[in-house]
């Protein structure tokens, strides 16, 4: 076993940090205060290749492997949040699906402007009265003149306001439940795709996060992405990736708050010495480095594992629960060892403190990973 990056990550990891120390981290403050969408980084990202990091080359992309993908999002996330989520999302939620369910056509037409980063793409899976449950689809498609007539509402989808290209997922057979799911390629000026409003939100400000209305919008038969009726499956094996997307957020996020506490706790004095001299605080210390080493870990082992053309669902899970879970605590421990400090804006732990809580929730909540941990565990036990 070896615990050694290979030269074209370790390139990757550097490029990452350099860029977000030098071009992210400047512009995350004014990005979260004014709810701005990072178009400027987007374009920058998509120059380095990161828009679709893991997408062959001849359709557009960088070639690159999912322990790179997790290194670049992990130094992109401990600057921006909101960035690192708008690229996850074009990656792994839009690029992904394509790349591994779509045909050559649509390929052709839609992966290589996504993963050129020309295009930006969002997911609609999730609707109002269908979060954890996403088999409960109630958007319609109804088979029409060459391709089908969709009617539904989604509900709180990344990129929704930006987004050129979405994937929406719609029951064709209604009666068959997750078996009648079927997904579709969706250009969003189409008629028929309406953003409907956009959320305000406590954390991720500069990610838009929309809630959109279909209404008899047609789509052409071969804009259905795989199978008919195969779509659960799309949406189920496209997160078994977001949640690697999402661990690495999560875990630059985490990265971040812990940094910044160790630079206040040395420079920070009290009763006679540095804060970072009392022991209290380095118990504290010792817990988050634990935490941040051990949801790194598991979030490179899910990708190597994506990587090596294994099952990953089991290692997803744990990687973006261990890391979410890490990030929310960590980033509260951060924010106390601040002090008052934590708690206002000139430092950027409160920010790293609220953006830190979706990451518990979006792509499956904690509570869904825990459901797909224990399933594919007694699987594993051949208890189930
Ligand atoms: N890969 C491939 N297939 C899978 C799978 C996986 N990881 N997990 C399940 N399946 C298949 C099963 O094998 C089963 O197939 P068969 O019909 O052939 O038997 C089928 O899917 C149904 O599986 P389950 O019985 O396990 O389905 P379920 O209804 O109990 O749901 C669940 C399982 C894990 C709870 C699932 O609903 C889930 O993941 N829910 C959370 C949804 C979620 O993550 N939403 C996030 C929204 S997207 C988002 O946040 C994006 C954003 O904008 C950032």
């Known amino acids: 076993m070896r615990f050694e990056l290979t030269d074209q990550q370790k390139m990757v990891e550097e490029t990452a940090r350099d860029f977000a120390k030098n071009e992210v981290a400047p512009r995350a403050k004014e990005i979260d205060e004014k709810k701005e969408f990072p178009v400027d980084l987007i374009k920058k990202l998509a120059e380095l290749g990161f828009m679709g990091m893991m997408v062959p080359v001849e359709y557009g992309g960088a070639g690159m492997d999912t322990v790179s993908y997790v290194l670049a999002l992990e130094n992109i996330s401990a600057a921006c949040a909101s960035t690192g989520v708008i690229m996850s999302v074009n990656n792994s939620l839009v690029c992904g699906p394509i790349e591994k369910f779509g045909t050559e056509e ?10 050129r980063g020309e295009k930006l793409g969002c997911f609609c899976l999730s609707e109002p009265e269908a979060g954890s449950d996403a088999a409960s689809q109630k958007t319609r498609a109804v088979k029409k003149d060459g391709g089908y007539i969709l009617n539904g509402v989604k509900n709180f989808i990344t990129n ?66 795989g199978n008919p009726g195969e779509g659960f499956k799309v949406a189920m094996n496209t ?16 990265r971040a708050a812990f940094e910044e506490a160790l630079e206040f706790v040395n420079e920070r004095r009290a009763f006679g010495q540095r804060v970072v001299d009392f022991q209290g605080i380095q118990w ?15 979030t490179l082992k899910a990708a190597w594992y994506k990587d090596q053309g294994r099952r990953y669902t089991l290692e997803a899970a744990m990687a973006k629960l261990h ?13 106390q060892l601040h002090g008052g ?7 950027n732990v409160e920010r790293h403190f609220r953006d830190a809580k979706i990451t518990e929730i979006y792509e499956g909540t904690s509570e869904i990973q825990r459901l797909v941990i224990a399933r594919e565990t007694l699987k594993l036990y051949n208890y189930i």
Do not use: C
């Not at 009666?175 to 409003?197: M, P």
């Not at 504290?284 to 598991?298: F, K, N, Q, V, Y």
């Not at 400090?341 to 430092?347: L, Q």
């Open 106 to 115: 649509q390929k052709k037409k839609y992966l290589t402007p996504l993963a």
């Open 341 to 347: 400090y934590g708690y206002v804006k000139d430092y």
């Open 160 to 225: 929704g306001i930006e987004a050129d290209v979405a994937i929406v997922f719609a029951m064709t057979e209604p009666e068959k439940r997750h078996r009648g799911i079927t997904a579709f390629i969706v250009e969003t000026d189409w008629k028929g795709f309406t953003i409907v409003k956009e959320e305000e939100k406590l954390g991720i400000r500069g990610s838009s996060t929309a809630q959109i209305a279909i209404e008899d919008l047609f789509v052409p038969e071969e804009n259905v992405l």
């Open 284 to 298: 504290t210390i010792a817990d988050m480095s634990l935490r941040l080493e051990a949801s790194r870990l598991l």
């Open 323 to 335: 890391a979410s879970e890490t990030a929310m605590w960590l980033t509260t421990k951060a924010l």
């Open 239 to 254: 997160l078994d990736g977001g949640r690697i997307g999402i661990a690495s957020q999560a875990l630059g996020i985490a």
